[in-house]
Each structure stands twice: as C-alpha cells, then as structure tokens.
C-alpha cells in the first residue's frame, strides 16, 4: 500500500472515526440538540467522566472505567458506554466537533500522568492516555486535505501515534476492551497491514463477542476504501449470525450495516455491500426490543429502507424519528426532503 493512498483516506476517516463528538454543519445549523438525535443518556455520562476528570476523581474514574468494560452497560440503541467513557477524558466538551475544539490533549496528558505517577500499571489511566496521544496525534496533523498537511505534520502525526501505541503496552487486553478498538484505530491509520488488523479483530472478538464497538471498527477497515476487498462486508456480517450468534449475532449484523450505510450511497448500498435486508431489518427488530433505538438508528434504518425499497419500513422509522432527521445519516441537504419524504408519504 502505497503511502500517498493512506494519506488520502485517513482524512476520510478523521471525519468518521473522531468520537460521536463529530457533527456536521447541517445538523449544527438546523438547531437539533444532538440529545434529541442520539439521547440525553450520552451526553450526562460525557458530562459527568469529564467533572471526575477535571477533579482528578481517579478512584472513581477507575470504578467507572473497570465497570464499563464488563459491557454490561450499554446506551439506548445498544453502544456500550465503554468507548465514549475513554472519549470524554480525550476530547474537549460532550458534542463539539473535533475539528473545532480547543487542543484540550496536552493538559489531559498532564492529568493522566499524575494518576500514572501514583498508580503507574492502572490499565484504565494507560488506556485513557493512549487515546489522548492518539487524538493528539490528529491536532498534529489537523483536519485539512491530505494533500495541504505538510511533511512536518505527517511526522508529528505518526510520531504522536507510536506514542499512542506505546501506552497499550501493559494493557491486559483480556480485561480491556477498549485496547482492542484503539489499537485497530492506531494500526489502520498506521498502515496496517490487512493481515494484523484481521489477527487484530479475531483475538478481541474471541475475547469479547458482544462488543459491537470492536466490529464496527473492523467493517471500517474492510470497507474498500480501507483495506477491504467485495465481499468482505457481507462475510463479516453473515459470520456474526453464528458467531456470537442468537440476538446477539442478529444485533451485531445491524450495527455491521449501520456503518456500511455511513460509507455507501443508497443506489449502490445492496450491490456494494452484499448485505440482506431481510437480516438488517431482523437486527434492528432486537435491537428495538433489548435497547430501544434512537433517533439516529431509526434514521439509518430508514435509509437503508429507502434503498432496499421496502417503503413500509421507511414510514416505521418516520413514525419515530419524524422531523429530527440526522443529517450524519442523510449527508446531502437536499436528499432526504426532495426524494426520500415524497417517497415516504407517496407523493
């Protein structure tokens, strides 16, 4: 892989990967609270890990993060509140887009050490710090075009990643579900290769089979774009059926092409993808009944309805979501309400 072909898609991915905190200009423009498209459920546990933080509350910081990877705990919609738990004492404030927040990484590197210094094999203050190195790496990079970045910030950038990295080590990724997802975001960004990224994925997901997170991490990775090849979407999500299997498989499948509908357009979402409509919508039913789904599920829902062209199940997800349409799902300003609501109420 040549390294002009990473520098492309890696701006790409900034936009996908950097935390939920990511928003685009026409969902901050029509004034939804991204509590209303996502739930109030995220942005009180972002508030309250980030007072812990600002206090140095490192005991109860490390009850939380320890709690949070049991996976026990989950958002509506069925995320696990481990990842935004990490995400909080990276990013600045509980919704400001990446691109836009203060440089907040430098302090919480600072705050993050003195925890080491008292505690230096906490695996959750290793973690945390991995993350910060790793968003901090992006500040040296910035949000630009790949081709604006200059040959200093792409150092700084990779030098800051093996920094990152390096906090991983002494990690017991047995009892930390979140080493799993941070060193695939490390290794993807870092040229890879496909070979250790699937390894990668095999040994978090033998570990920890229910950790959706993880699995959407890795249909990136065989997303085309990335490291992927045709097919290789469909096989992952047809795998998960069968392994974890049961709800939890049919779950999974959903969140599979949740991601996908991010990363492929309506017409060609099907053909590209090689996913079933019949599973998606099977994965959403469980997902509905064991966490309830947000506004922003029933918008993906809707979108991937719209292009299997089951219009029934479009105007389930309408019902739901209404006027609160996410604009991270629909992308083109004019899509949704000149094709997709004529279409939906038969106009």
Known sequence: MSRGWLYGVTAAFCILVLGGALLLNWQQSSGLDRRTIIGADEQDLCRDVQVLFDAEKFDELDRMGRQFATLKDRFEGGGEKLSLFYESMGLDGCGTTFCEARPVQPQN????QNWLNRDPKNSVA???????WYYFAWVGRGCAAWADITFDQWQLYFDRLRIARSYLDG????????YYAILMDILCESGGPRERLDALYEQGHTAFPNFYGLTMRYARVLDRNWYGRGGDLAWLAETLLDDPGGDSGKASYS???????????TEGFFPETGLSWDNIKQGFAVRQQLYGLTNHDWNAYCYMAYAAGDRDACREAYA?????????????RSFYPERVLPWIKGQ
């Open 171 to 178: 990690v017991d990724p047995h009892t930390s579900p979140q």
């Open 320 to 332: 739901h979501f209404g006027e609160n349409v996410d604009a991270t799902v629909w992308q083109d």
């Open 109 to 112: 590197i600072r705050k993050l």
């Open 255 to 265: 969140f599979v092409a949740e991601l996908s509908s991010g990363l492929v357009g």
């Open 126 to 132: 290793k973690t945390a710090m991995a993350l910060n």
